[in-house]
């Protein structure tokens, strides 16, 4: 009997055959598993980077809303100037708010300023580094901001002694992107508010820019150019010029653009800053009203005398508009064609 069982055993053992090794297959399947990983990863990221970018920043940019909203209750944001120009006299222990406008040329910085300026107990100095030696590097730049703050910047928009807030009008291709290190630290570091103005409708931003480029040199208002006008009669004369944009490169363009935004917002996040949009005021002047609240300021009613100068449907400001708009139908950027204010 016990013959007939390692027989038995013996035939089992020859006919079924042998058991692999768990680890041997858990480590086959583990290393196939990487080497597929691996590979759609790298699929999907050049993916994302060339056909995701506008999405994200769409998300993430154009529909940001306002943030950062703290209350200037902190007392390193109340300044006490003494300025070497001259006296403060009787408003010497009136705290001054320092603020920033960051913005982009054509996106309405002209004229929200000229709101700002209106309020009697403002100074925004204007594009102060529109001028290349201003900007030339890290120490000239402080240079020119100490003097801002310190209220020794005298311009037409100075309120002197009177002043409760002052600041400037920065274009964000005017140094302070390459320098944004230094420059956030120095805003953190003096408690200088930021506020950024931006344009939702890139495409209108880019006609006014074609439009001011051409007025540059052809100088249509008696061969005077303007940027900003203040007559009806002025915006007309100036929007009968019908830029042509180039269809080939206007994505590439528009998502350049976003991008500038973008990094903006992203290297002075860490700042105090509100985001506010140009079409936002354009329907809604109250949103002026949160913009004096964020600088501290006694609310009033601001005005400017600057006229618009592109109205109306963009097709009637673009000369090549079908080509334009077959362009950007169906691509993310597909809303620009249409009246936002």
Known sequence: MLQDVCFFNKDILVIKPPKKSPLLLRMTVLIF???????????????????????????????????????????????????????????????????????????????????????????????????????????????????VYNLDWLSSASKNECSAAVGLKWMLNQGVMEHHEEVVDYFNRRSVSVIFLLRRNLLRRMVSMLANSYDRYAKLLNGTHKSHVHSSEEADALSKYKPSINSASLLTQLNDMEMRSAKALEYFN?????????????????????????????????????????????SDHVRNWDDVSKTLRGTAYESFLEADY
């Open 33 to 147: 598993s990487t080497v597929i990983g691996v590979f759609i990863c790298t699929v999907c990221l050049k993916q994302i980077n060339s056909h995701s970018r506008t999405k994200f920043l769409e998300i993430h940019v154009v529909d940001k809303p306002s943030q950062s909203k703290t209350k200037l209750t902190d007392a390193s944001y109340l300044h006490y100037p003494r300025p070497v120009s001259f006296s403060r006299n009787e408003c010497t222990r009136n705290p001054v708010k320092f603020f920033a406008v960051l913005s982009n040329q054509r996106s309405g910085s002209g004229w929200f300023e000229t709101l700002l300026n209106s309020h009697i107990n403002v100074s925004s100095n204007g594009e102060i580094f529109s001028v290349k030696d201003r900007r030339e590097n890290i120490s000239s730049i402080f240079h020119a901001l100490d003097k």
């Open 270 to 314: 860490s700042t105090r800053h509100m985001i506010l949009y140009y079409e936002d005021l354009m329907r809604n002047r109250t949103k002026l009203n949160d913009v004096q609240d964020f600088l501290g300021l006694p609310l009033m009613e601001l005005t400017s005398r600057q006229v618009k100068i592109h109205r109306g449907p963009l």
